[in-house]
């Protein structure tokens, strides 16, 4: 279950890891230009709401930074060409085999975020305990997270913290690392060591959390896309802006 990471990989691979394991992760998929880019919009979203920002936060993510990527940019199109980067890569067959062609990215639901390093995380700054996403306001619908790190995380700032295999509805956060050693193994447990460009898909029942280690000294930005099947129920969640993702296919 381990080996959740692949180079160049076709479809298939990637299909047939991510249906084993809940997880694959695919490295230099995006460009790393695209990726920057975001990452230069991303620092300005959190400068310029640096105090006004407050008040725009999601009720469970007010002691952690993250904002919907609707904010990426002002002018639509900056948030459309990052979906549209990330869409027609490997990423749209791995997730349409799992939610159908027609999948839709929820894009209010989609998290800008930034994770603080230890050297500056403010007191209120909360990491993401043991959680599957699967409980976190989707419904009983399938989901998955394509979690895209905009700059290195996982040696010198938090990455992620992944238990491969798993398969555990959630309600939110609470499951502990003892807990998951006892029913997954004392090496169930692996950090998401990534750079600018590689990508991790999550299935919406894989046990994940903020990566917690006291040498994270640097903050991480990165953006989680939550993707759903066009027949969940989800869609009726009020105030989300869902794009089909079929259309950034070129
Ligand atoms: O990026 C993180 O540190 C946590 C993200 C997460 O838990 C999620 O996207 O569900």
């Known amino acids: 279950m381990?080996?959740?990471?692949?180079d160049r990989p076709g479809p298939e691979d990637g299909i047939r890891?991510?249906?084993?394991?809940?997880?694959?992760g695919?490295?230099?998929i995006i460009d790393e230009s695209a990726v920057d880019q975001t990452l230069t919009a991303a620092r300005r979203v959190f400068e310029r709401s640096r105090d006004a920002f407050r008040d725009r936060l999601y009720l469970y993510n007010e002691s952690r930074r993250a904002t919907s990527v609707a904010e990426l940019d002002d002018?639509?199109?900056?948030?459309?060409?990052?979906?549209?980067?990330?869409?027609?890569?490997?990423?749209?067959?791995i997730l349409s085999h799992f939610l159908g062609n027609n999948f839709l990215c929820a894009v209010e639901h989609s998290r800008l975020r930034l994770q603080y390093g230890n050297r500056q995380r403010p007191d209120q700054h909360l990491p993401h305990g043991w959680h599957s996403d699967s409980g976190v306001g989707y419904g009983p619908g399938l989901m998955a997270t394509v979690w895209v790190p905009l700059n290195a995380c996982g040696i010198t700032s938090p990455g992620l913290e992944v238990v491969p295999g798993s398969n555990a509805p959630s309600d939110g956060e609470g499951t502990t690392t003892e807990v998951i050693q006892n029913t997954y193994g004392k090496n169930g447990i692996h950090a998401v060591i990534a750079?600018?460009?590689?990508?991790?898909i999550l299935s919406s029942r894989l046990l994940h959390r903020t990566q917690q280690n006291e040498d994270l000294l640097d903050d991480r930005y990165s953006i989680d896309l939550r993707v759903v099947d066009p027949e969940g129920e989800y869609q009726?969640?009020?105030g989300t802006t869902f794009v089909l993702a079929k259309h950034f296919r070129s």
């Open 236 to 238: 009726s969640m009020a």
């Open 26 to 28: 695919l490295r230099k």
């Open 75 to 93: 002018a639509d199109q900056g948030r459309l060409s990052f979906l549209r980067v990330v869409f027609s890569t490997i990423i749209f067959d």
């Open 2 to 6: 381990s080996d959740f990471w692949l």
């Open 195 to 200: 750079d600018p460009g590689d990508v991790v």
């Open 17 to 24: 890891v991510f249906g084993r394991a809940g997880i694959v």
